[in-house]
Structure formats: C-alpha cells, structure tokens
C-alpha cells in the first residue's frame, strides 16, 4: 500500500508519540504530562470537530472525498466497511472509558444517540455475524454515527483529565467488567474482550481503546477507501 508523505510522516509521528505516552503513563511524577500527550494522540485519531487541538486528523483524511456508497460498501474479500468500522471504534471507547474507567453511564444512553443512528445494534460489534455488518453499513445514519463518535470523543477527554496519578495504575475493578455484561454491551461470545479488559491497569486503557485500537482501524478503514471495488 502507498501512502502520500504527509500521511507517513503524521502516522510515523503518532507512533513515536505513542511509545512515549505509555513510557510517561509508567511515572507518577510525569502524570501531567502524560495526560496533555494522551489528549493529542486521541485528538489525531478523531475527527478535527471533536476538540480544538487543532492537530493532523487521521479521521479527516479518511471520511475527506468519500461518497457515502464508499463508506457504506464492504469490497470484495473484506468483512467491515468504513462506516461499520467507525461504529466499532466509538462503542469500545464508550464501552470502555466510561464503564471501566469512570464507572459512569454510557454515551449512548444519552440525547438519544440510539435511535438517531437508526440500528438494532447496542453491542462493540466484536463477533458480529456478516449479515449484521451488512445491515449495520446499510442503515446506519451516517450524520448520526459522526456526531456520536465525537461525543464520545469529548467525554474521553472530561474523564482523562480528572484521573489522578493514582488512578492510572489501578487494576480495572471486576464489577464494572460486571456492568458490561449485565449492560449486554459485549455479546456472550466475545468475552475473551472481557478477559483481556480485566488484565489491564487504567494506563493499559488509555494506551488501547482510546488510542492505538483507534488507530489501527482508522489504518484498516484508510485500505477500505483505497479498495477499487
């Protein structure tokens, strides 16, 4: 796959600020700063609207000249489309940030997010059948599921920039894994999510779901734009 050298030298600069974040996570003393490089890795891998940062936004560059039938399709020997993968990514970081480390409601409990994106789906989509991604892609409200995921963006950073050194290194406690399940927000059959949620201090939180899970698929929806068909 190409990519054009401003894009190489913003995804080379994420990495490199990435690796740096989680070294800053590992040290109390370099809390403020770890929480002022997480709130610019995350600001990358959303969309422009969703802070002030004013920074690069990978987001932007894949929703930038795309017809909605790109957005909806899933090509040829493919499983996800980019509007499933968009979906995707603002439940986990729902799920996650506002379960496991705020131990508040959900995002998309409120002002209605549900039903203005117009899907049966409450789930992350982890193990989801084919046919539903199908039905996902096709009838997501697209306006809807962009707005959404910059909320879910802004809550991210309300509840990042309350943690307190201490905090971060704490182990994700038990009953809000318990949360999600009595929430049905993971399916039965990927609990293995679960399990590996469990394993991780708030830290290991901040350096996935928010972050480096938003950029991989932000990379798989960029080669889902450069399909022909």
Known sequence: MRFNGRMNSNRKHWNEQHQRLQRALAKAEEHGAAIE???SQHAMVHASAMSDAGLWSF????WQDAPEAMIRRIPQNCHHSIA??????ARIEDVTMNFLVAASPQTLDQNNWFERMNIPFRDTGNEMPDADIARLSAEINLEALQAYRVAVGRKTREIV???RPEEVK?????????????EGAVVETAHYVLDYWGKRTIAGLLLMPPTRHNFL????ALRLK????
């Open 217 to 220: 698929h932000s990379n798989e």
């Open 59 to 62: 987001t932007d560059e894949i």
């Open 37 to 39: 490089l997480f709130l």
């Open 226 to 229: 450069q399909k022909r068909r």
């Open 84 to 89: 499933w993968v968009f979906w995707h990514l």
């Open 161 to 163: 920039q309350q943690l």
């Open 170 to 182: 704490e182990k994700v406690k038990p009953e809000r894994l318990q949360r999600i399940r009595d």
